[in-house]
């Protein structure tokens, strides 16, 4: 098959590679029809992520068909059209029973936090993902579900993460009826977040970013107002100069450990393994949270010794809440406000791109060319 393979820090190439197996008795082969590349990825491709090994192929937002099923397997069939979770999880351990999929114990040999993520070093699994043209499923009778026959792969590759997380971030931030929520981050997960902020109860979304085509955005698909963070000596002293000098009651953290990083930074992730970036997003949402706020982190973030204010955390009363999204657990109230309009996920794709010119995805998603949001991939095999 044809497969992205990463060869290194800004070093990807399209290859051939071995057709996956079924391994275990629960296995599906799954022939990708969508993927996509995440925020998250780019940590990857720019070497900032831990044990991340030259041959891995990236890719954990992904649905398709299924090929073939293990023996073992009783809720999928070949001709199935999937969507996969990018959680790997079991389904039956203490953690998977009380359904935090992203924090199964029988996954992931390598950490004891979070679970198995599909393309995402060995640090999260070792699996390889779906940027490629075919996938090893583990676990099929527990990640998978069936596409709906109304909803459409583009709309529904967006919910095996990027939708997903956003909501959940939403969710964790605890929104009650005429809050004011902070999301910082004009990403397809900030984005999300604030769209799904309104369907909570806000009162008021605010989105902060620095690139004003993300920002267009978050008035057009998230209808929120927009701070470009730029324009401001401190932003959080706007925050505070625009929410009653009090701060938001909700601040959402959708950046996680800058994708970019400065020089120290790569040292330190590439050179010496220690971290995955800064959180200078996650600082910011603790100073501008009003006191006895609710701080939600969703953006992604390596093994890091980074400051992180939790002086100041703990001082002004507020909670912090936050996890790898449990992403099946999200599915059934999504599928509801799809099928009822109120969400269109699709809307946020700018960029359809062959597998074949994957690099050039990588390279345009990572420089913030082209306007672009949200790039799929589309697999030849398609």
Known sequence: MRAMVYRGPYRIRVEDKEM????????????????????????????????TRVGTTFGHEFVGVVEEVGSSVRNLSPGD???????????????????????????????????????????????????????RVPFADVGPSVIPDWLDDEDAVLMTDALATGYFGAQLGDIVE?????????????????????????????????????????RTFAQAETLNFSEYD??????????????????????????????????????LKLQGGSPIALNWAIDSVRKGGTVSVMGAY??????????????????LRMNQTPVKRQWPRLLEHIRNGYLKPSELVTHRIPLEHIADGYHIFSAKLDGCIKPLIVPSAA
């Open 302 to 319: 390596g093994p890091m010794f980074s400051a992180v204010k939790f002086g100041d955390a703990l001082n002004k009363g507020l909670t």
């Open 81 to 135: 059209r999937v969507m996969v979770p990018f959680n790997i999880f079991c389904g039956t351990c203490y953690f998977c029973a009380r359904g935090l999929y992203s924090n199964c114990h029988n996954v992931n040999p390598n950490a004891t936090a979070v679970g198995g993520i599909y393309g995402y070093s060995h640090t999260c699994g070792g699996y390889d993902g779906g940027q490629a043209e075919y996938v």
């Open 178 to 218: 005429g809050d004011t929520v902070a999301v910082f981050g004009a990403g397809p997960v900030g984005l999300y977040a604030a769209k799904s902020a309104w369907l909570m109860g806000a009162g008021r979304v605010l989105v902060i970013d620095h690139l004003e085509y993300r920002l267009e955005k978050a």
């Open 234 to 271: 401190d932003i959080v002293v706007q925050l505070k100069k625009i929410t009653g000098h009090l701060g938001a009651d909700v601040c959402i953290d959708a950046v996680g450990a800058e994708a970019d990083g400065n020089l120290l930074q790569h040292v330190t992730a590439a050179k």
């Open 20 to 51: 996956p197996p079924i391994e275990h008795p629960n296995d599906a082969i799954v022939r990708v029809t969508r993927a996509a590349i995440c925020g998250s990825d780019l940590h990857l491709y720019h070497g900032m992520m831990p044990d």
